[in-house]
């Protein structure tokens, strides 16, 4: 059942085309082969995990990205369209694609290798920010950000809040003008790592203060430990449920709908990051970071 008016979440970045590797024994060394247990090919990137997501929980999403016009693209444009899921915005065009994904996963953790193809910005963005439906900007990756940087200017024009998850960029991380461009986002939302990284402070708990210096609210995801969130000097701390996990892509972006869901509706600090770490948990029990949401909707 979806959400009252003006509550929907616009989520903005690039699609991906995931090629999974679930069951290696290691990472692939040069001048070695290595082979997997399964294969999985998935829709990805943060904006359409986040998306779905938060569809699952009944929040109103509409994507906003552009999609290559490729055989791959094609492939997995199918798994866009989950209920809930608004593709109005969905912006087409040869240049877009093929964005591809090569994610190698050992253990609870996993390796990236990805291709970036044509700019971010959808033609579509103007439209999108102005869609009455929309209460919320969540901007799946800072490199979307870096280089759309007037978008959070035109979402906060159109009474819109923002969020924005960092997604790791070796090169983008350490960009010392991160922080600076981020000016405007309401909800900050970095892995363990990349808060370390910005902040150079390596406890958990210095790394998330020095962040709610800049951000209104922060949420610090720590994978199978669960996580913290800081709002206005409050500070809650939950733990992770322990599952069976197959893949953690994902997992991140299903975090942030949980917690965009909850703390849209007004909810508590300690409801928003249950929820945050509940859709977390679902998320790595299926390999893809949509699985989990997109097989209960067979399921259905």
């Not at 290559?68 to 969905?90: C, H, V, Y």
């Not at 959070?152 to 090169?171: H, I, N």
């Not at 977390?280 to 067979?298: D, E, F, H, Y």
Request: aromatic content about 4%; proline content about 5%.
């Amino acid at each position: 059942m979806q959400k009252t008016d003006r509550e929907a979440i616009v989520s903005l970045g690039r699609i991906y085309c995931d090629f999974v590797f679930t069951g290696l024994d290691g990472m692939p060394r040069l001048g070695r082969e290595l082979f997997a247990e399964e294969m999985t090919l998935a829709a990805g990137g943060g904006a359409f995990i986040t998306a779905a997501h938060g569809a699952a929980l009944g929040r109103p999403t509409a994507l906003v990205a552009r999609l290559g016009t490729d055989a791959l693209s094609q492939a997995i444009e199918p798994q866009l369209a989950l209920p809930g899921i608004d593709l109005q915005f969905l912006d087409r065009h040869p240049s877009a694609g093929p964005q591809v994904t090569v994610v190698m996963v050992e253990g609870k953790d996993r390796a990236f290798l990805s291709r970036r193809a044509g700019p971010a910005e959808p033609a579509t963005l103007a439209a999108a920010l102005s869609w009455p439906m929309a209460r919320h900007l969540h901007i799946a990756e800072y490199a979307t950000l870096a280089e759309m940087h007037d978008v959070v200017r035109q979402a906060k024009e159109r009474g819109l809040s923002v969020s924005l998850d960092p997604s790791w960029d070796d090169t983008l991380i350490r960009d010392p003008s991160f922080l600076d461009r981020c000016a405007g986002v309401d909800v900050f939302l970095p892995n363990l790592e990349e808060a370390r990284v910005l902040t150079g402070r390596e406890p958990p708990e210095e790394a998330l203060q020095a962040l709610s210096a800049r951000f209104p609210l922060v949420a610090l995801k720590l994978g199978a430990e669960g996580g913290m969130l800081s709002v206005g000097g409050e500070v809650c701390v939950l733990p992770a449920r322990k599952v069976r996990v197959v893949d953690t892509t994902g997992a991140g972006d299903a975090f942030n709908a949980g917690l965009l869901d909850a703390w849209l509706d007004g909810r508590s600090l300690e409801a928003c990051l249950s929820a945050a770490i509940a859709a977390g948990t679902r998320s790595v029990q299926a390999a893809g970071g949509a699985a989990a949401v997109s097989s209960s909707v067979r399921a259905s």
